[in-house]
């Protein structure tokens, strides 16, 4: 994977729909990879309206949707372990890291994390 492929988190896709036009600036050109977490969040958002729904769909629909193969699996449980992370977040963590992304996203949490995945924390 290059430095132009990322691994997307749940709040960019909430962010980038709300209309943040700094953040759809920063991943376009970009090949955008999310979780199956994060498609399943973003989804199951409260309140998601039926335009929303299509939103999430049109966003959804321009990523790769990266599942939970047993590489991730395993490397989530040793982060949820080690870094006492929430078992979303440990996911996508792994994910990210075996799948060699950088992971995109607005939640500082994922900043302990960094000595082993490449964190990009988007700040409004």
Known sequence: MSGSDLLVDTNIIILTLGGSKRLAEYVEGKRLFISVISEIEAF???????????????????????????KVKDETIAIRARYRSKVPDAIIAATAWTF?????????????????????????
């Open 44 to 70: 199951g958002y409260p309140g998601l309206t039926a335009k929303g729904r299509k939103q999430v769909e049109a966003y959804v629909g321009r990523c790769t949707v990266l599942g939970l193969t047993d």
């Open 100 to 124: 060699g992304l950088t992971l995109l996203t607005a939640d500082k949490g994922f900043v302990k994390l960094a000595e082993i995945i490449e964190v990009d924390l988007f700040s409004q």
